[in-house]
């Protein structure tokens, strides 16, 4: 999932470390639907959502409309990049112009089914390496998709 155009910064911890980050109390509730699976649509249940999903080309489909794995990355990038700059303001740093790329990739696992790998880029112009590294570690600890993946997917935080 790498490019290698980065410096990986953050690794998984291991299973036996894996701290409780369930919820203590829901804030928010999202609700969605999917018709038709990854050949149809999906809506929001306040209508903020309305789009057409299709297959990549990939995996056999004619890639006309969105699909799951691109919906995961914008929410992981968006997720994760507000954590990052929650975390900078915590410690007293600015991370304006500071951005998160997410990629998201598919494929078979070893129990006949599919697995997901993320790939994480953290672009912080401003901040010293260092800095940045403390910063994208601590957020990757606060990011509730972080926290849902962790021990479950590859995850890739990449320092670039």
């Known amino acids: 999932m ?26 928010y ?7 038709g699976g990854r050949d149809g649509y999906i809506t929001s249940q306040d209508g903020q959502i309305d789009l057409k999903v299709a297959m990549p080309p990939q995996l056999g ?29 915590r410690e007293g740093y600015d991370l304006t112009g500071s951005t998160v790329a997410a990629k998201v990739g598919i494929g078979p696992n070893r129990q006949r089914g599919y697995g997901l790998a993320v790939a994480l880029s953290v672009s912080l112009p401003v901040i010293d390496q260092d800095i940045a590294a403390k910063l994208v570690d601590a957020a990757h600890q606060v990011c509730p998709y ?3 993946t962790r021990d479950n997917i590859e995850v890739t935080i990449l320092l670039g």
């Not at 998984?12 to 369930?22: E, G, V």
């Not at 509730?29 to 018709?35: F, R």
């Not at 409309?65 to 900078?88: I, K, R």
């Open 2 to 27: 790498t490019d290698g155009a980065a410096v990986e910064t953050s690794t998984d911890a291991a299973p036996d470390a894996r701290p409780d980050t369930r919820p203590t109390k829901i804030m």
């Open 29 to 35: 509730v999202a609700e969605a639907t999917a018709h």
């Open 61 to 89: 489909g004619d890639g006309d409309g969105t699909n799951p794995e691109q919906l995961f990355a914008a929410g992981y990038s968006s997720c994760f990049h507000n954590a990052l700059v929650l975390v900078g303001r």
């Open 146 to 148: 972080s926290n849902a």
